[in-house]
């Protein structure tokens, strides 16, 4: 069974802080692939990144930088210099190889709030 | 860009009612996606559908609901007799299908109030 564990609920910064948002991930697929979705206030789902289990470089665009280990199962995302724009709900999704191999498996979502 | 787009956007019915909800995946796409999401909780998958039969669903998905694809671009799930739990947003997804773990782009959301 797949699972994805994201464990800050909310996270408040202020405006230019950097902020992290971890999510932690569960499969026994040996090929898989991480995604993020910002989830704005207006509802709609936003893709952000995917990311190959074989290929663990971090990517950086623009503010936004993911760091995904394998060691430690985890697929963090990173805002540099936050702004009240990034105010969003932040999910991390997987998906695997396997049976159940189209779906996305979501965790729970991280509520990330940029004060002015 | 192409977008999924989805009707109606908020939908209320009342409960033991059938309802229609409607999306419109990117046209070149191939595998189609409901998933849902009650208020406040995270996304849950319901089922996909890839050469004109549901390839997954979850346990989420019973009897109640089915998908249909009627037409070469619509994608449609029904839910036949709504209950109160049913309230939730519906999320259409699409994706290429031509590579595993393809990006999925998400409708804008169908909000259904069941009361």
């Known amino acids: 069974a797949q699972k994805v564990t994201q464990a800050q609920t909310e996270i408040s910064v202020v405006e230019k802080e950097d902020v992290t948002l971890d999510c932690v991930y569960e499969?026994?697929?040996?090929?898989?692939?991480l995604f993020w979705y910002k989830q704005p206030p207006s509802g709609e789902l936003v893709f952000l990144i995917r990311?190959?289990?074989?290929?663990?470089q971090n990517e950086i665009s623009g503010r936004y930088s993911w760091n995904f280990q394998k060691s430690t199962i985890s697929f963090n995302f990173t805002i540099t210099a936050s702004q009240v724009v990034d105010s969003a709900v932040y999910f991390c999704?997987?998906?695997?190889?396997?049976?159940?191999?189209?779906?996305?498996?979501f965790g729970k979502g991280t509520k990330l709030s940029v004060i002015p | 860009e192409p977008e999924v787009t989805q009707t109606p956007s908020h939908q209320v019915t009342q409960m033991g009612q059938e309802v229609i909800l409607r999306c419109v995946p990117i046209?070149?796409?191939?595998?189609f996606y409901w998933y849902r999401q009650i208020l406040g909780q995270k996304v849950e998958f319901l089922v996909s559908?890839?050469?004109?039969?549901?390839?997954?669903k979850s346990e989420i998905f019973d009897d109640q609901f089915s998908v249909e694809r009627p037409d070469g671009s619509n994608f449609t799930l029904k839910i036949r007799s709504t209950k109160l739990e049913d309230s939730a947003m519906y999320f259409c997804?699409?994706?290429?299908?031509?590579?595993?773990?393809?990006?999925?782009?998400f409708g804008p959301g169908t909000r259904l109030t069941v009361t």
């Open positions: 990311r190959n289990s074989f290929d663990e």
């Open positions: 997804a699409s994706s290429e299908g031509t590579t595993l773990g393809g990006e999925q782009y």
């Open positions: 046209s070149n796409h191939l595998y």
């Open positions: 499969t026994r697929d040996t090929t898989y692939y």
């Open positions: 559908f890839y050469n004109n039969e549901i390839s997954e």
């Open positions: 999704a997987l998906s695997g190889s396997g049976a159940g191999s189209y779906q996305l498996t």
